[in-house]
């Protein structure tokens, strides 16, 4: 998947936080995006990651103009944000975590776990990345608070 932004824009009130920014990540690329604080990294962030419209640009995926105007959306278009914050849920693999909101369910009433419960909920949704990725750390191991 080619995912592009180009010329993005965001005002907040009295702060322009992003002003004409593009960005490209082509399939296999890993990219790191730094900057001091107010730079526009979060907010980025939170429009590719559906949680923030931005005001001005355009986002593609593999060239098709998509809008991006909920987490939902850009889940279902295969884009995921890893927020920062290391507040955890114990008891949870790393897999669950990254994948809350997205857990299969039984018609929407509770949690349903696949029979016989060998496998976590979260490894479909993190697992291949992460083998792809070559994490030493299994997506299905507990969380270790500290870390």
């Not at 369910?105 to 029979?115: L, M």
């Not at 992460?130 to 969380?143: D, F, K, V, W």
């Amino acid at each position: 998947m080619e995912l592009r932004a180009q010329g993005l824009v965001k005002r907040h009130p009295g702060v322009l936080a992003l002003d004409d920014v593009s960005f490209l990540v082509r399939p296999g690329e890993v990219h790191a995006l730094v900057g001091e604080n107010g730079a526009g990294k979060s907010t980025l962030m939170r429009i590719l990651s559906g949680a923030t419209m931005p005001d001005a640009g355009t986002i593609t995926i593999d060239g098709a103009v998509v809008v991006l105007d909920s987490p939902h959306t850009a889940h279902a278009l295969g884009i995921r944000m890893i927020h920062q914050e290391l507040v955890l849920v114990p008891g949870m693999t790393v897999a669950e975590n990254i994948c809350l909101g997205a857990e299969p369910s039984n018609g929407g009433v509770g949690r349903s776990r696949p029979s016989g419960g060998h496998r976590s909920p979260g490894a479909g949704c993190i697992g291949p990345v992460a083998t792809r990725c070559g994490h030493a750390e299994s997506p299905t191991c507990r969380s270790r608070q500290g870390r």
